[in-house]
Every structure is written in structure tokens, then in C-alpha cells.
């Protein structure tokens, strides 16, 4: 089949088209930031936000091995890929995120990431005949459809469950590593926050920088919630872990 | 070939089902349209392309017969087996001109994709999952399920707008159907 991918392809229309409702909504959302900033309780370690490097361009990861980071890199450029607003989740750092959040926080799912992206790779060669990285545009696009959907659970790919579930988590750490606090690992240089016009977190609103938020003149600020002193340093613990994540 | 009517009543008599839809709106039977496909035909297993095992790409579809007086098309997919209320719906397509003799495989899936010129002005309803695309059959492993892509033949085009879903379209379709007909392939997962 040919590659139906057209000369751009707009970061609406590819959420409405992997059905990234969430992603759709947290984007369009004025309050996204208490919607999808991951609370302090289910903070990966502070020294995530600066990812160990090599060399320029290529991190280390920790967690991910480089097959499984390479492809999670690929499903979350389609999630949310770059467009003519603006960088995407691959840019704004949410693999690197869910990397570092799989040694803390998110270490509950490490298995879930090890056991899915198999299955989901499996899946991709047996029903598409390639890796997911290699497959077209809409190739790329109807795979996760099928994941999303569950209608890839019966392809005895191996998931463990519905491949629905995979594609949830997936979805939900790579929003939380686009539009969380930079604070957490993700959102690198407020790509998340300037895609969807979020101006940042402030303790006191004047009627002044109200009446330019409503304008749509207020500046973003570009600080994490954090830069302030009365805003707590997260936590990360077993019981915080237990209580307060709901992947 | 095993032939659909040989043992299709049998399968559907296991399965609790008939082996047509229902009529739209309880009209009066109307002429049947000869629906086929070049890749498969009814009582006979749809090959994987056109699941979630293979690519998932919509089938092509080809009618003949069509009542004197179609003046536009729609097609739809259900499984009368699925479904809580049953049928699940794979696939929604109306506003199909009367001029076309059929659909191509693999129709759109992304929205910035139009439909070939010969359909021009078709729009893809809403499925089961509430998505404008084609996605096939997924039934539980072991369990053969039956799939109707079912062509109606209009008296009038029906100005439809996007986002219909199976009720609404057959409610907009109720007093309006010439004919329509079926092809029931089927498809089980192991």
C-alpha cells in the first residue's frame, strides 16, 4: 500500500487519529497544567530534568534499553509529533522522561514497558511484515490504532492483557513527559507548555496579568513550580508510589 | 469452496444469529443488490490483509444490480454477533454517488487523506469505536464470527453530514432504500 502521509500532517489530526482523546484535550485545555503536571508525589528523582549525555544528541538511558527507547521515541512522535506549531513529545524529551520515571516513580511499570514494546514490535512485524520504525506513515498510524483498540490482543503478539492497556500507559506517560512539570524530567526548554500556550505557573495573579491572560498577551514565564519557595520538593516513596499512581 | 449457503444457516443457528440484518426502519423487502469482492466471497474466510492480523485495510467491494432510480450508496459493516446491543460496526460509508460500481481496498484512515474521485463526496461514519475508518474483524480467538458489508441503494442523495453512526444513519435512511444486498465473509482467529 502507499504512504498516505501528505506533505504535513497536523499534530490535531494525528491525535484524532491514534484517538489520543487525552492528548487532544490536555492540549486544548487552559488549565492543563493541573491536569496533566504530575503531582509530587509520583516525582522520578530531581536530577532527571538534566539526562546524562555521551555525546551531543544521544542520552543514556537507564532503564530503556536502546531497541526499547528507540521505539517508544517512534510511538511518541506519532502521539505527538512535530508540526507547524512547534516542536513534539520526542523533542520535548517525554522518552527520556519515562525513562528516568521507570527507575522512580513509574518503577511499578517497568515490566508493563519491557513485556508491551515486545509484544508491540512482534506485533508490528507479524501483521505489517517490518518493525514499527520502518513501516510507512499510515502503517505506523493503523498499528496503534489496532493496539489502542485492543484489536491487537488477539494477534498472539504477547501482550500481557489488552494491548489497550499498553497503549494507555504508553500514552499517559508520554502526555506526562510533554506537558508535566520540567521539574519531572519532561516538557525540556517548556515545549509542552509554549505547544499549548500554557504561560506558566504563578502564585498571585493580578488583575493586570489577568487581564492579559484573557487577551492572550501573557508571556509564559518559563518556571517550573519548583522555582518557587513555597512549592515543596517531591518526594518519591513506595507508599507515596502505592497511593498516588494510577497508570 | 464451501458455499455460504450450504452451511451459513447451521453456523448461525451455533452462533444465535440470522443470516441477514435487519431491514432498515422495517421496510418492505426491496431488490437485492449483488454485492462481491475479488478477494473474497460470502461463507469463505477473509484473508488477514483486511484484519488487525494483516494490515487492517478495508476490503474492495463491488455491486451490481443496482434498483432503477439509486441515486446514491452507502455501505456498512456489522458483526450481528458483537456488540452489546448487537451488531458491532466495523465500517460506515455514505454519500456514496450512484455512478460508482464499488469501493477500492484500503480507503482512508487519516483525516488529511480524501477519498479516490470516484467517490467524491463519501464520508466514513462512525464505527464501533467511534472512528470514521474501516477496522476489521478482531473476534475472541477460536470463535468464528460472520461480517455483512451490506450496500443500500437510495432514491435520493441524502445530504448527510460527517459523524453518523449506524442508528443515525439508518434512521436517515428509513423510506429511502431501493434495494440493498450483502456479502457475509467470515473470520476466525486462532
Known sequence: MTDERPPTISRRALLRGVGAVGAAAAASAAGVSAETAVAPAQAPAAEATQPARTAPGRVVYEQLSAEEADLLEAIADQLIPEDEHGPGAVAAGAVIYIDRALGGALSDSRDAYRGGLAAFERYCRSSRGAPFRDLSHVDQVSALIDVETGAATGARAGFAGSSGAFFGMVRSHVLQGTFGDPYYGGNRDFIGWDLIKYPGVRTAVSPGLQTALEAGELKPNHRSAYDADNFEKAVVSNATKETHHGD | ?190
Do not use: K
Open chain 2, 1 to 190: 469452496m464451501m458455499r455460504a449457503t450450504h452451511w451459513m444457516p447451521a453456523l448461525c443457528a451455533v452462533l444465535g444469529m440470522g443470516t441477514a440484518p435487519p431491514g432498515a426502519g422495517g421496510q418492505p423487502a426491496a431488490r437485492t443488490i449483488l454485492v462481491e469482492s475479488p478477494v473474497m466471497t460470502s461463507g469463505d474466510a477473509m484473508p488477514r490483509t483486511y484484519t488487525p492480523d494483516g494490515p487492517n485495510l478495508s476490503p474492495p467491494l463491488t455491486w451490481t444490480n443496482l434498483p432503477d432510480g439509486t441515486r446514491e450508496i452507502a455501505v456498512m459493516c456489522s458483526d450481528f454477533g458483537a456488540g452489546n446491543p448487537a451488531p458491532w460496526v466495523h465500517w460506515i460509508i455514505y454519500g456514496i454517488p450512484a455512478t460508482a460500481d464499488g469501493l477500492p481496498e484500503g480507503l482512508p484512515i487519516l483525516p488529511e487523506t480524501s477519498m479516490p474521485s470516484e467517490l467524491a463526496g463519501a464520508i466514513q461514519g462512525l464505527n464501533g469505536w467511534r472512528r470514521p475508518y474501516y477496522r476489521g474483524p478482531a473476534p475472541p480467538a477460536g470463535t468464528p464470527h460472520i461480517y455483512h458489508f451490506t450496500v443500500y441503494a437510495l432514491d435520493q442523495p441524502l445530504g448527510l453530514q460527517p459523524g453518523l453512526d449506524r442508528q443515525d444513519l439508518l434512521m436517515a435512511m428509513d423510506g429511502h432504500i431501493l434495494g440493498q444486498g450483502d456479502l457475509v465473509p467470515v473470520y476466525t482467529r486462532f
